[in-house]
């Protein structure tokens, strides 16, 4: 059964939420918090699988709350999914950067809520091709684009960092078996080894990290 805590400042949209989750045989609802602070704290005392998190709360708004549930070590196996009503912003960047694991939209689909609750908690990252390459293009505008490479990445290989590249650009696994010409099985293998040596939790973190190590830049224009 996989657990789930619904962070949300507004009751019509928590309450929807929890029943949305209680619907589903596998789900089950463990809590409501109508401010980050709250979510921290039933984050701690539930140890939800996933927490469903609304960036704009008051006390303490979503990216904190991901960045403290995220720092906690009793809870740091909780996977945060984002939930806003904007596309793409400086907020969405922000709290994966903080740790959360994806992001919709909150007028997604019912059923495609419920599917990615499923994938967080499997430890996925809820970022298709198609958002990997918006969010590329709102992390070139962040202050915190181009920093210096982490030390981690002088432990991958060349291949590594040609998938690395290629997930900061966007590509979903298949592409980067076709465009490296070898097996899907392969491609997730390198995929693994990157997760491992660079301390990512998820793809999320990885397209981070192939920017941060400047391995893919902004296009000019």
Not at 67 to 74: E, H, Y
Not at 119 to 130: F, T
Request: hydrophobic fraction near 45%; avoid cysteine.
């Amino acid at each position: 059964m996989i657990r789930v805590l619904v962070a949300d400042d507004q009751a019509l949209v928590r309450g929807s939420f929890r029943i949305l989750v209680d619907t589903a045989a596998d789900l089950t609802a463990v809590g409501e918090a109508a401010t980050g602070a709250e979510a921290v704290r039933l984050a701690g005392s539930e140890r939800p699988d996933v927490v469903l998190m609304d960036i704009r709360m008051p006390d303490l708004d979503g990216i904190e709350a991901t960045r403290r549930i995220m720092s906690s070590p009793g809870t740091t196996g909780v996977r945060i999914l984002i939930l806003t009503t904007f596309g793409i912003d400086e907020y969405v960047f922000a709290a994966l950067r903080a740790g959360a694991s994806g992001f919709l939209l909150k007028d997604t689909p019912p059923g495609d809520l419920l599917a990615a609750i499923r994938v967080v908690a499997a430890g996925e990252a809820l970022l298709a091709p198609a958002v990997t390459r918006r969010l590329i293009e709102e992390f070139t505008r962040s202050p915190e684009a181009g920093r210096p490479p982490s030390a981690a990445l002088h432990e991958t290989t060349e291949r590594e960092r040609e998938v690395l590249t290629l997930i900061g650009l966007g590509l979903s696994n298949t592409e980067i078996a076709d465009r490296l010409h070898v097996s899907l099985s392969t491609a997730k293998t390198h995929i693994g080894r990157l997760l491992m040596k660079l301390g990512a939790r998820d793809r999320a973190q990885l397209v981070i990290a192939a920017y941060d190590a400047g391995l893919v830049r902004p296009r000019s224009g």
